[in-house]
T-cell receptor, first 116, second 109 residues
Framework: EAEVAQSPRYKITEKSQAVAFWCDPI?????LYWYRQILGQGPELLVQ????????DSQLPKDRFSAERLKGVDSTLKIQPAELGDSAMYLC??????????????FGPGTRLTVT | KNEVEQSPQNLTAQEGEFITINCSYS?????LHWLQQHPGGGIVSLFM???GKKKHGRLIATINIQEKHSSLHITASHPRDSAVYIC???????????FGTGTRLQVFP
């Protein structure tokens, strides 16, 4: 069964360092999402791509976060510099297309980031 | 006030019990998801529904669009059902998901 792949699964970094996460969506899925989930809360959308274009990055802290999906397939989320408050689970999800209302989102296993 | 509210926040049950988790929302939606998140963090989609009722094994999800309310039922609960259950809604004509904060379920043998 096709799955969304993420790496690394766990990352510990010191504050002020740079960190990057990678996501490979299910083959053929045009829409890709990056979420941040703080412990005890629901996921919060950081950025959404349709193919290689950003559809929504209104909640992305652009002073330190960046995301790209250059060829419209896999994606990288970067934080530079990392802050203590960035400690969270970073989840990637994909769906066939944002134009299909009843499309399901399929989630990856997540990357748990700890900033010390 | 959150746009998606879940209750209860925490739930413990004995194996075999019937479990109900509730979700209320305050926005117009096109669809509602029930998701399961295990301690490792990965999220699995259980149901997506826009009306009526869906059943999969021991899980049943219902939605009442007029009352803006959905329930997730687990029959004959089992310790392996222990997880966080998250309700998420697709708001209006967008495909953006708005998540509830989740219900932590623990089922004891």
């Amino acid at each position: 069964e096709a799955e969304v792949a993420q790496s690394p699964r766990y990352k510990i970094t010191e504050k002020s360092q740079a960190v990057a996460f990678w996501c490979d969506p299910i083959s053929g899925h045009a829409t890709l999402y990056w979420y941040r989930q703080i412990l005890g809360q629901g996921p919060e959308l950081l950025v959404q791509f349709q193919d290689e274009s950003v559809v929504d990055d209104s909640q992305l802290p652009k002073d330190r976060f960046s995301a790209e999906r250059l060829k419209g397939v896999d994606s990288t989320l970067k934080i530079q510099p990392a802050e203590l408050g960035d400690s969270a689970m970073y989840l990637c999800a994909s769906s066939l297309s944002l134009y299909r209302v009843l499309d399901e989102q399929y989630f990856g296993p997540g990357t748990r980031l700890t900033v010390t | 006030k959150n746009e998606v509210e879940q209750s209860p926040q925490n739930l413990t049950a004995q194996e075999g019990e019937f479990i109900t988790i509730n979700c209320s929302y305050s926005v117009g939606i096109s669809a509602l998801h029930w998701l399961q998140q295990h301690p490792g963090g990965g999220i699995v989609s259980l149901f997506m529904l826009s009306s009526g009722k869906k059943k999969h094994g021991r899980l049943i999800a219902t939605i009442n669009i007029q009352e803006k309310h959905s329930s997730l039922h687990i029959t004959a609960s089992h310790p392996r059902d222990s997880a966080v259950y998250i309700c998420a809604v697709k708001a209006g004509s967008t495909d953006k998901l708005i998540f509830g904060t989740g219900t932590r379920l623990q089922v004891f043998p």
